[in-house]
T-cell receptor, first 114, second 114 residues
Framework: AQKITQTQPGMFVQEKEAVTLDCTYD???????LFWYKQPSSGEMIFLIY??????QNATEGRYSLNFQKARKSANLVISASQLGDSAMYFC???????????FGTGTSLTVIP | DAGVIQSPRHEVTEMGQEVTLRCKPI?????LFWYRQTMMRGLELLIY????????DSGMPEDRFSAKMPNASFSTLKIQPSEPRDSAVYFC????????????FGSGTRLTVV
């Protein structure tokens, strides 16, 4: 069965500091994609970053990077130089080739403190 | 492309009334998903379509909920009769096939049943 686990319901970080949001996954598929989405208080779901299971390099998108450890089945999101606008809910998600369905974690609420 | 378009953005209705939520996916995407988000339950997958065919509707709460996708550019989610516990944000998302492809979410419909 496919499963995504986010164990941090809430996180706080000082402005300009880096923060890591944890995500572990479980799948028997060899080919899968890992995604992070941001949901600010306005409610929309914003795609942040993608990592393919066969990618050897960690994905990066601006201040976002994905720390992919395949053997540990973890896909942590690292946000560098946090900004007040980073305060939001963050969801980790996985999509396997089998079934093409997405699986979402329960989310982590990040608050950036000035 | 304009992205995934949902309407209405907000809907307030009285208990017992019929509610219809609408979604226009991104052109070329062959998967369409309906989600419901509440504080208590988080993101719940209600139903998803592939090439306009419903694939999995096991998340639909009960017979009061129904969804259709008459063509590749339009889908509806209907609740009849509506109840206060249906109050939530309903998201539509679309995607191309394959683990490499993430969701593109619509802006959501905030439904309030009074």
């Amino acid at each position: 069965a496919q499963k995504i686990t986010q164990t941090q319901p809430g996180m706080f970080v000082q402005e300009k500091e880096a923060v890591t949001l944890d995500c572990t996954y479980d799948t028997s598929d060899q080919s899968y994609g890992l995604f992070w989405y941001k949901q600010p208080s306005s409610g929309e779901m914003i795609f942040l970053i993608y990592q393919g299971s066969y990618d050897e390099q960690n994905a990066t998108e601006g201040r976002y990077s994905l720390n992919f450890q395949k053997a540990r089945k973890s896909a942590n999101l690292v946000i560098s130089a946090s900004q007040l606008g980073d305060s939001a809910m963050y969801f980790c998600a996985m999509r396997a080739n089998t079934g093409n369905q997405f699986y979402f974690g329960t989310g982590t609420s990040l608050t950036v403190i000035p | 492309d304009a992205g995934v378009i949902q309407s209405p953005r907000h809907e307030v209705t009285e208990m017992g009334q019929e509610v219809t939520l609408r979604c226009k996916p991104i052109s070329g995407h062959d998967y369409l998903f309906w989600y419901r988000q509440t504080m208590m339950r988080g993101l719940e997958l209600l139903i998803y379509f592939n090439n306009n065919v419903p694939i999995d509707d096991s998340g639909m709460p009960e017979d009061r909920f129904s969804a259709k996708m008459p063509n590749a550019s339009f889908s509806t989610l209907k609740i009849q009769p509506s109840e206060p516990r249906d109050s939530a944000v309903y998201f539509c998302a679309s995607s191309a096939t394959g683990a490499d492809y993430g969701y593109t979410f619509g802006s959501g419909t905030r439904l309030t049943v009074v």
